[in-house]
């Protein structure tokens, strides 16, 4: 019977996913389920977690949307993602993971649905709903999910038609036009503070990963800073629109970070604080000998927050995958895992390269928006006060590079990576022959402690992907504050919250490494540059990179070159490492913003194509 009902339940939503390029919004098939559905109290409850299954999460389809920045590679070369590589989508062929429009609508009809219903399905004292108190919890989550969905489809496409009830064919809102900024951003705070003031400030035991009046805030968070950020919020877009302010106002940077300090300062019903970084070290628990990490004990709180189910640090997660070992086996090598093709997502050496020495030096010399500068050569040059040798390249790095990464020599579970090519033809193991290959592998979220390579990979891990996680915020809330004070200013709250993720990661303060580079603590564009360096190592693979060179317009200057790091393995058996240019791509002003679906834009006089489409 559990099994026919959670069938009963997807086929009733399927019928808004499977065609909602069409339409706005459409009509279920089947009457009989959707009242079945609603005068059960537990059916109710299940349908409102079926719409928490919509939300994105990172390792969804095996490869990670950072695969389509400068910090990945998608190994078989997935036909989506190389798509994106080349600039090869449009209004009317957009790649799979892309199609973000009839997947985001079809959650928000979900939401519409559920709200329209929820008052009066029965309560049932033996179920999950079994309250008055219980039922409103439950609105409050669908009113929270709500925002949370159009808040994503705005990061994606700027300001978008705003529905809040559940439309027929013969709907006149299905002709809604797109809402301008003011609008959009409007509708989404107003629905965050609504659940926010309904919603429990934790949420424990099974429903640890429900929206919380925490999430709430979150969620306002991400969306201020986004459109205070100059995708937005410029000088140079026109006039007021779905995907422009009409000028620029310093003031949207302080409504972020206001609303990020919110998040930080987010207590419990007792007064106490609900979210802080995990900083707990237990190296016993995590490594059987030292040797399988190089970095920095103290450092062990990083690598900790993706391997505990449930942390102080994960604002909302997603759980999906439960206890399992898939996500390991999809980024450990075939060859070490005996299991065929793997890796499906290679981080780059444009990555590798911007972890800093331990002592907080970078290692390459870089321009304003991160891209290492280049010698006659072709090769990175090398900052000369980092000490840093490029034919040592693994050593004496930030303790969250060896969280982060796998790389030639390094090791697990009694195996060493081998990503050589020999000067004689031969292959290390790990060298990646005729697919994608960048000479590294993606360790982050990985658990060397429950998985095991003796035969292929075995054991299991409770992966638990962030969706918003506290460190955000903090990252959130320095950007805001650094964009909105003037140059020159001081810049005190900034420093203290980048210095408490820098003693996470056993990493000198602010005031240490920009003295030992010679930086100035108060200059903007320093600290700017300092902050998108610390956010990019923090959040990798946690689909932010994909939004944050959209959202700083850097696009055209850091997404066209990835590189490889070649490792030749002399008949001597010594090393030579070189850069080496792995692909070329096309990145355009135009992709700032994904395309409104063609077929939308046909249906509906009212809707208005993004820039360039």
């Not at 990493?507 to 200059?523: E, I, L, Y």
Request: charged residues 25%; contains cysteine; aromatic residues 14%.
């Amino acid at each position: 019977m559990k099994k026919l009902t959670y069938f009963l339940l997807l086929l009733m939503l399927a019928s808004c996913t499977k065609d909602g390029a069409g339409l706005l919004d459409k009509a279920e098939s089947g009457d009989l389920n959707e009242e079945r559905v609603f005068t059960n109290s537990r059916y109710t409850k299940e349908f409102l977690t079926d719409i928490y299954r919509r939300i994105p999460y990172g390792w969804d389809n095996n490869v990670y949307l950072d695969a389509c920045t400068d910090d990945g590679e998608s190994r078989p070369w997935w036909g989506w993602v190389n798509s994106v590589h080349v600039g090869a989508y449009n209004p009317t062929s957009m790649p799979d993971k892309f199609k973000r429009w009839a997947d985001y609508y079809a959650a928000i009809r979900a939401c519409n649905l559920f709200l329209s219903k929820i008052d009066g399905a029965p309560l049932d004292p033996e179920q999950y709903m079994s309250s008055e108190e219980v039922r409103e919890r439950l609105k409050y989550e669908a009113v929270c999910l709500r925002a949370f969905f159009y808040a994503e489809l705005v990061r994606w496409y700027g300001g978008v038609p705003v529905i809040t009830k559940v439309l027929t064919r013969e709907s006149p809102e299905l002709y809604t036009a797109r809402a301008t900024l003011a609008e959009v951003q409007q509708f989404i705070l107003d629905e965050c503070d609504t659940a926010a003031a309904h919603l429990p400030a934790r949420q424990t035991g099974i429903d640890f990963m429900r929206v919380t009046s925490g999430v709430a805030k979150a969620i306002k968070a991400r969306l201020l800073l986004h459109l205070a950020s100059p995708l937005f919020n410029n000088t140079t877009s026109g006039q007021a629109s779905p995907w422009a302010w009409g000028g620029y106002d310093a003031n949207r940077w302080k409504t972020a970070a206001d609303a990020a300090k919110a998040v930080m300062d987010h207590t419990d019903e007792n007064g106490g604080q609900v979210y802080s970084l995990v900083v707990r070290t237990e190296p016993a628990n995590y490594f059987g000998t030292r040797v399988t990490y190089p970095g920095s004990m103290d450092a062990m709180g990083w690598f900790n927050v993706f391997i505990t189910r449930v942390n102080t640090e994960y604002i909302l997660g997603y759980g999906r995958k439960g206890l399992t070992n898939e996500l390991d086996k999809w980024q450990l090598p075939g060859a070490m895992q005996r299991a065929g093709d793997a890796s499906y997502t290679l981080p780059t050496f444009n990555y590798a390269a911007c972890f800093e020495t331990r002592e907080g030096y970078p290692v390459y010399q870089t321009d304003e928006y991160g891209v290492p500068l280049l010698d006659g050569n072709g090769q990175f040059i090398v900052n000369p006060a980092s000490g840093f040798d490029p034919q040592q390249p693994y050593e004496n790095r930030d303790s969250r590079f060896y969280h982060s990464l796998w790389y030639n020599g390094s090791k697990f579970g009694g195996a060493t990576f081998n990503t050589w090519r020999g000067e004689d033809g031969s292959f290390g193991q790990e060298f990646l022959n005729g697919y994608g290959h960048t000479g590294l592998f993606l360790r982050k979220f990985m658990d060397p402690k429950n998985i095991s390579l003796n035969n292929g990979v075995t054991g299991q891990t409770s992966h638990n992907f962030p969706v918003y996680r506290y460190v955000e915020v903090l990252l959130n809330y320095a950007e805001a504050m650094n964009e909105y004070l003037p140059d020159g200013a001081a810049r005190t709250e900034v420093h203290q919250v980048l210095d408490l993720i820098r003693a996470r990661a056993d990493m000198p303060d602010m005031a240490t490494t920009f003295a030992r580079n010679g930086w100035d603590v108060n200059n903007q564009q320093h600290v700017r540059k300092f902050i998108r360096n610390e956010r990019r190592i923090e959040l990798a693979f946690e689909e932010h990179r994909f939004f944050d060179i959209r959202r700083w317009l850097i696009g055209e200057q850091t997404q066209k070159v990835v590189y490889e790091h070649d490792v030749l393995k002399r008949l001597d058996g010594s090393f030579l490492y070189t850069v080496k240019v792995w692909e070329r791509r096309v990145f355009e002003s135009r992709h700032n913003l994904l395309p409104i679906p063609q077929s939308e834009v046909n249906n509906n006089p009212n809707m208005q194509q993004n820039p360039g489409w």
